[in-house]
Structure formats: structure tokens, C-alpha cells
């Protein structure tokens, strides 16, 4: 759980007193006082302004066992076009793992070629083998069908290596082409002996993504049905990335929806395939101007049957702590960047 938790859902907030947004060709009023008042949370204006990173663990809004919730909010006396720019740059923030990437998929009805450079290295090999010989349990993310596909592998590759990549281009490839054409309803429960929903708790998570229903409905929406989408200037963008959870390799499927206007940026971002560690990642930012600089509200809801269970409400306690460690160097990157001490 600890390396991955980096970019995460959203804390809207942040606007100008008042900004508009144009949803469907309809302009809808936002308040920032007014939103940051209807989250509940006692948010110490003094600080906010000052530039310190205000962290909120969100019990209130773990709907489910497995769920773990972290919301964060930046004030910045910088340009809104400033701390975009910024902000875009680092969409992909990946850790200092040697062999982590991450590649934009542009073609969705064939994505097989942009997974040619998914490989295991020799200093993998370790990783490699637990695949190889997995079974059952929750070392990994597949499905009855994708643990049948792997072993049929085995028997057409001599190296090992090679067996590995095979089968994690497949299973990449066939959830991203399910995912495109029907949506979270597609993803296929994990086989950890018992079955886990992915796409039940996603559905369920995102009845707690309350600001983003409240005042940006119809982006919320359309989140929540992709790909029936409305609203066809949404940017889309999908990744798959190579990156490290828990000192393993850890393989992600990733769509950002992203609204950007001159008063206000939404993006939502759903990991909705990872191969290891978590079950998903459901992410939403905030960027809108605010007073003379721009405000940055980010958060983070996760889920993982690690913490549900006995002992959970410690799970959940320390879930929630490690998620506030590797959200906040991006937080402290924009303060070093835009921040004068």
C-alpha cells in the first residue's frame, strides 16, 4: 500500500468567490466558501492561506470495509494557469522504482501495441516466479479465467520471463478494451478465494463523492457511466504503468476524465485495474483560481481488503497514515515550486 498512493480523489474546493462552469452548454455558479462550508470539515482558514497542506482522514466517508479515504487542500499565491501547468506535468507521478513507466494508450480498439514494452527484468526474477506458480490467494489481482490463461502459457514459452509478459499483455490489454466498451460493470472480480467486486465497490465508493455530485453533477455522472458520456469536450486519457507497491512490481490501468476551463480544472481518475496490493483507486481534483492565487484540493479512496476484517478500525487508522505519506511530496513539490519561505 505504500507506494502508490500518491495521486488521489478529490477534496473539491476551491474557486473564486464565485466562478462558473459550463456543463452541457449550461453555465452552473460556484462558491468556494460556499463548498468548503458543505464538506463539514473545520478547515483553519489561517493556515490555509498561509500555504501549510491541510490533511483530513475521512472516516465519515469509508462506505465500505475495505475502503480507506484521505483528503488534502493547498492554497497557492501563484496563477491558476501556473499551478495547472504544474499539475498536468506530474499526472503520472511514478516513484524511483528502476523499471517504472507509464505510456498513454491512444488506440482503444486495438491496445495490444502499446504494451510491447511491458517486460520483467532479471532482477524481477523473484516476482516472476511467484507468478508463474500462483494459484490462488490475494498475491494477485485475476480472475478465475486469467489464472486458467497463465497456465495454459506456461506450456508455449521456454523462458519464464517471457511467459510472464505474455500473460500480463493479455490480461492488460483485454481490461482496458472491456473497460473502454462498457465500463466499470466489465472489470472481472479478483480471485482471492472468495470473489472480490471491484466494480461493486467502485459503483458503491462513489456514492460518498458527494461535492463532485453536488456541484459538478453532470461531470460526476458522467464519471460514474463512462463510457456512456454526455459531454463529448471531456478530455480522456488511458495509461497503463509499471510502478512498485509494497517493494513488488505492480502493473496499472488508468482513465482520467478531465473538464478544464478558464475558471476551474475537475479531473477524475480511475485506477481500475491493479494487478497487486489494492483492489482500485478512484482519484478527483480540484484546481481553481482563489482570491489572488489558485487552490489545489486532492484526496483519495482506495480500496483493499487488507483492511477490512478484525482489527480493522487499525487498519483503516494506519491505512490512512501511509496514504497522508505519499500523498504529501506532491503537495510539498508545488509548495517548493510556488511557495517563498
Not at 106 to 119: C, E, G, H, I, V
Not at 152 to 173: G, H, I, P, Q
Request: charged share 30%; proline share 2%.
Amino acid at each position: 500500500m505504500r507506494e502508490l498512493l500518491r495521486e488521489k480523489v478529490l477534496f473539491a474546493v476551491g474557486v473564486l468567490l464565485v466562478t462558473t462552469l459550463s456543463c452541457y452548454g449550461e453555465h452552473v455558479a460556484v462558491d468556494a466558501d460556499k463548498i468548503m462550508a458543505s464538506t463539514g470539515l473545520d478547515i483553519d482558514k489561517e493556515k490555509l492561506m498561509r500555504s501549510e497542506i491541510l490533511v483530513f482522514e475521512r472516516g465519515d466517508q469509508e462506505r465500505l470495509d475495505s475502503e480507506i479515504a484521505v483528503d488534502m487542500l493547498l492554497y497557492l499565491n501563484a496563477p491558476y494557469e501556473a499551478v495547472l501547468k504544474e499539475l498536468h506535468r506530474g499526472e503520472n507521478q511514478l516513484s524511483d522504482y528502476a523499471y517504472a513507466t507509464a505510456v498513454k494508450v491512444d488506440d482503444l480498439k486495438d491496445p495490444s501495441p502499446y504494451f510491447k514494452r511491458l517486460t520483467f527484468s532479471l532482477k524481477e526474477h523473484d516476482e516472476v516466479e511467484r507468478l508463474l506458480s500462483y494459484k490462488e490467494g490475494d498475491s494477485f489481482n485475476l480472475s478465475d479465467e486469467e489464472i486458467k490463461r497463465l497456465h495454459e502459457l506456461t506450456k508455449k514459452f521456454d523462458a519464464k520471463e517471457k511467459v510472464a509478459e505474455a500473460f500480463m499483455r493479455e490480461v492488460l490489454s483485454a481490461r482496458l478494451q472491456a473497460y473502454h466498451e462498457k465500463g466499470v460493470q466489465s472489470i472481472a472480480s479478483y480471485d482471492h478465494g472468495d470473489k472480490v467486486k471491484v466494480s461493486k465497490d467502485l459503483k458503491t465508493g462513489s456514492q460518498d463523492l458527494q461535492i463532485l455530485a453536488t456541484w459538478f453533477d453532470y461531470f460526476y455522472k458522467d464519471f460514474l457511466h463512462y463510457p456512456s458520456v454526455k459531454d463529448k469536450h471531456y478530455k480522456h486519457k488511458f495509461y497503463w504503468i509499471k510502478d512498485a507497491m509494497d517493494e513488488r512490481p505492480v502493473f496499472i490501468l488508468k482513465h482520467q476524465m478531465v473538464h478544464e476551463q478558464p475558471g476551474a480544472t475537475v479531473i477524475a481518475e480511475r485506477q481500475f485495474y491493479i494487478s497487486q496490493g489494492l483492489d482500485a483507486l478512484q482519484v478527483e481534483i480540484i484546481c481553481m483560481p482563489y482570491r489572488e492565487g489558485t487552490i489545489l484540493g486532492l484526496g483519495a479512496q482506495t480500496f483493499t481488503g487488507k483492511v477490512a476484517g478484525f482489527g480493522s478500525f487499525v487498519a483503516h487508522k494506519i491505512g490512512r497514515m501511509q496514504m497522508e505519506k505519499q500523498l504529501k511530496p506532491m503537495f510539498v513539490n508545488m509548495q517548493r515550486k510556488f511557495v517563498r519561505r
